[in-house]
């Protein structure tokens, strides 16, 4: 994991749990890697507790390595500050918001306590990446439960 970003190349900006690291998860970083360096804030244990309202099988350090380890992840930082993703954002200073097709009919912005203002001031351009379908956290929790 680099731990300083060139300015030649623009920046993706994601964010998530990324409990039980999967291919979904590396198809996602890898189709993010194709628009510019990525950098990902993943989630405190706290914020997956409260927003999903189950704990995380990986400690936060945990999930911070195995996405650090992604060849396609050029910077990992954790969101400190839970439901408002704006601190870790300006931090970044990102050209791009990637997300999944999956929160196509779901209100991100919401989600994340931004608006459209917010990333147009910025400079910041969502961009929605295809969901990668079959495989997911909660389908694996799900697996090893029963």
């Known amino acids: 994991m680099g731990t300083s970003l060139s300015s030649a190349l623009p920046v993706v900006y994601t964010g998530g749990t990324f409990d039980l690291f999967h291919y979904g998860h590396i198809n996602f970083l890898r189709m993010c890697a194709e628009y510019g360096q990525v950098v990902v804030s993943v989630n405190t244990d706290e914020f997956v507790e409260e927003f999903k309202n189950i ?18 992840v050029s910077k990992v930082i954790i ?4 439901k408002d993703s704006k601190p870790s954002i300006e931090a970044v200073s990102p050209n791009l918001l990637a997300i999944g097709s999956d929160w196509l009919t779901r209100d991100y912005l919401s989600q994340m306590s931004l608006t459209e203002e917010w990333l147009v001031q910025r400079q910041i351009a969502l961009l929605y990446l295809p969901y990668t379908y079959g495989v997911s956290s909660t389908e694996l929790r799900e697996k090893l439960s029963s």
């Open 79 to 82: 969101n400190e500050a839970g």
């Open 55 to 72: 704990k995380p099988i990986n400690s936060l350090s945990t999930r911070f390595v195995n996405v650090a380890n992604c060849r396609y």
